[in-house]
């Protein structure tokens, strides 16, 4: 069974940019969250999508959006980029049920903006 | 202030010796998972314990879950290089959304040969 692909691993993007970054669920996994990791703040959730709609959505200003398509793929997009926004973005997939809240981690994307 | 508070926040053996990390909370967890994470790399599940007062074991690997369900710990045993990374705990809090699922800060643990 195929793991949780993220795409691109790598970024690079100047200040005031936007960018939009891809994730690919395991197959039959509803859930995909984002998190933002940084050495100072560790792993931040950013949103949940479940089933196409925003299930969750973390403490982040609303440069950060995110979709979820019909196949489970989601997408996130930061507008406006500022430096404070390299990070490495992780995405996890999961069953998103009460019963099942296990995470399987994308290798994530490595942000940096200069 | 992170909702899984962990200790410590690094550690540094030698290969062979013990060591435990703890990961505590004011909330209670249904279930908390453990994971590790590499550089560069997203976190790979471990384990899930569930039931208070759970032990569970994954080869030198040991995990208990707290009987009042806000607390746990992962104990390893003789300690290999191998073993190095970033361990995090998680758990969605049982009042929370169970798709909100948040992370401790991390202990990094490096195991020097």
């Known amino acids: 069974k195929a793991g949780v692909t993220q795409t691109p691993r790598y970024l690079i993007k100047t200040r005031g940019q936007q960018v939009t970054l891809s994730c690919s669920p395991i197959?039959?996994?509803?859930?995909v969250s984002w998190y933002q990791q940084t050495p100072g703040q560790g792993l931040q959730f950013l949103f949940e999508?479940?089933?196409?709609?925003?299930?969750n959505k973390g403490n982040f200003p609303g440069r950060f959006s995110g979709r979820q398509f019909s196949n489970s793929r989601s997408e996130m997009n930061v507008s406006t980029l500022e430096l404070g926004d390299s990070a490495l973005y992780l995405c996890?997939?999961?069953?998103?049920?009460?019963?099942?809240?296990?995470?399987?981690f994308g290798q994530g994307t490595r942000l940096t903006v200069v | 202030t992170q909702l899984l508070e962990q200790s410590p926040q690094f550690l540094s053996i030698q290969e062979g010796e013990n060591l435990t990390v703890y990961c505590n909370s004011s909330?209670?967890?249904?279930?908390l998972q453990w994971y590790r994470q590499e550089p560069g790399e997203g976190p790979v599940l471990l384990v899930t314990?569930?039931?208070?007062?759970e032990v569970k074991k994954l080869k030198r690997l040991t995990f208990q879950f707290g009987d009042a369900r806000k607390d746990s710990s992962l104990h390893i045993t003789a300690a290999q290089p191998g073993d190095t990374g970033l361990y995090l705990c998680?758990?969605?809090?049982?009042?929370?959304?169970?798709?909100?699922?948040?992370f401790g800060a991390g202990t990094q643990v490096v195991v020097t040969p």
């Open positions: 314990v569930v039931t208070g007062g």
């Open positions: 996890a997939s999961s069953p998103g049920t009460q019963m099942n809240t296990e995470a399987f």
């Open positions: 999508y479940f089933s196409e709609t925003q299930r």
């Open positions: 998680a758990g969605v809090p049982s009042t929370d959304s169970w798709g909100k699922l948040q």
């Open positions: 909330s209670v967890f249904s279930s």
């Open positions: 197959s039959g996994h509803r859930s």
